[in-house]
């Protein structure tokens, strides 16, 4: 009986940690069409990955001191002529996850029009409906300085 009881336990754990990896792998996708979506300026992929009345909280690093504010992530302030490029450092990535809602915290680099412009840590907050996982919230940091 007792090694029937550790095998049903030993399955449940294994079958939770499949779940989770699944879910990881689509966090990481939506995280990685965040910033493709950037990148094209591709508003269609924004509305279809974000939760709508989304917002973001961006907090901008200054020499003595830090400038915090919000707005609503429909407004990416998107230009034509400006070519953003946001990437991720994948091996920096962390992943938590409960359930239906999930954070994830990706330290980046930033480049306009192929010059480097900023560092940074987004966090973005995931929330899983019926449609899969989508963006709730999307924090993050401004640094010019500290980039490696």
Excluded at 45 to 52: A, C, E, G, P, Y
Excluded at 54 to 74: E, H, L, M, W, Y
Excluded at 108 to 135: P, R, T
Aim: hydrophobic letters at 45%; glycine letters at 4%.
């Amino acid at each position: 009986m007792k090694k029937f009881l550790f095998a049903i336990i030993l399955i449940m754990v294994r079958l939770q940690a499949v779940a989770q990896s699944s879910d990881k792998e689509e966090i990481l996708k939506v995280s990685h069409q965040f910033f493709e979506a950037l990148e094209k300026q591709d508003t269609v992929t924004f509305s279809k990955i974000m939760v709508k009345n989304s917002f973001n909280c961006i907090v901008v690093d200054g020499k003595d001191s830090a400038r915090i504010f919000n707005r609503p992530s429909r407004n990416f302030n998107l230009k034509p002529e400006n070519i953003v490029k946001e990437r991720m450092r994948e091996a920096d990535v962390k992943i938590e996850i409960h359930k239906r809602i999930a954070t994830v915290w990706a330290p980046y680099d930033l480049w306009v029009n192929d010059k480097f412009s900023h560092c940074g840590v987004d966090v973005f907050i995931m929330l899983k409906g019926n449609n899969g996982w989508k963006i709730g919230t999307i924090s993050f940091s401004i640094e010019k300085e500290g980039c490696n």
